[in-house]
């Protein structure tokens, strides 16, 4: 069964420092999502990917994050300057056709901000 | 009214009961509603979709009420695997398009 992957499974950083997270979705699939899940804390919503380019984003997804298609598989997240309240496990989704889709989850990278 | 409400729990049941969780959302142009399960640490996996006024599979019920705007999801005959925490997922419309909104979850624990 095809399956959404992310790398690193855990990133330690220090604030202030640029970090990447890469995800390659299920490869049939449309839309492309990055949500964030800070320890104890509910599931959020930060931002989705359709057609190349934002299709919605959260109040959370301020100027230090953006997201890129570098290619035809990967699908990353890039926050510019962390801080320590970036600390948070960050998923990756995918859904075949649009937002009231299934959402498929990847298995999450833990970033630690020091 | 928050967007998508869950009573934490936690639900502290013993194996082999019945147990019933419900989510209540507050946009009414909502046309798809789930059930996702997750594990500690782990990633959100879908238990069941809701399209119309319910579903069924196995030993998972989830019933929606589009009137009172709140999905219910029951588990019977609970299992120790049952062990969990379950979000509630309803993708609210903004302008022309839907946000996935996740509320806190409920915890279950299936106890001997």
């Known amino acids: 069964e095809p399956e959404v992957t992310q790398t690193p499974s855990h990133q330690v950083t220090q604030m202030g420092q640029e970090v990447i997270l890469r995800c390659v979705p299920i490869s049939n699939h449309l839309y492309f999502y990055w949500y964030r899940q800070i320890l104890g804390q509910k599931v959020e919503f930060l931002v989705s990917f359709y057609n190349n380019e934002i299709s919605e984003k959260s109040e959370i997804f301020d100027d230090q994050f953006s997201v890129e298609r570098p290619d035809g598989s990967n699908f990353t997240l890039k926050i510019r300057s962390t801080k320590l309240e970036d600390s948070a496990m960050y998923f990756c989704?995918?859904?075949?056709?649009?937002?009231?889709?299934?959402?498929?989850f990847g298995p999450g990278t833990r970033l630690t901000v020091l | 009214r928050k967007e998508v409400e869950q009573d934490p729990g936690p639900f502290n049941v013993p194996e082999g009961a019945t147990v019933a969780f419900n989510c209540t959302y507050s946009n009414s142009a909502s046309q798809s509603f789930f059930w996702y399960r997750q594990d500690c640490r782990k990633e959100p996996k879908l238990l069941m979709s809701v399209y119309s006024s319910g579903n069924e599979d196995g030993r998972f019920t989830a019933q929606l009420n589009r009137a009172s705007q709140y999905i219910s999801l029951l588990i019977r005959d609970s299992k120790l695997s049952d062990s969990a925490t379950y979000l509630c997922?309803?993708?609210?419309?903004?302008?022309?398009?839907?946000?996935?909104?996740f509320g806190r979850g409920t915890s279950l624990i299936v106890h001997p």
């Open positions: 989704a995918s859904t075949p056709t649009g937002p009231t889709d299934t959402q498929y």
């Open positions: 997922v309803v993708p609210h419309s903004r302008g022309g398009s839907y946000i996935p909104t």
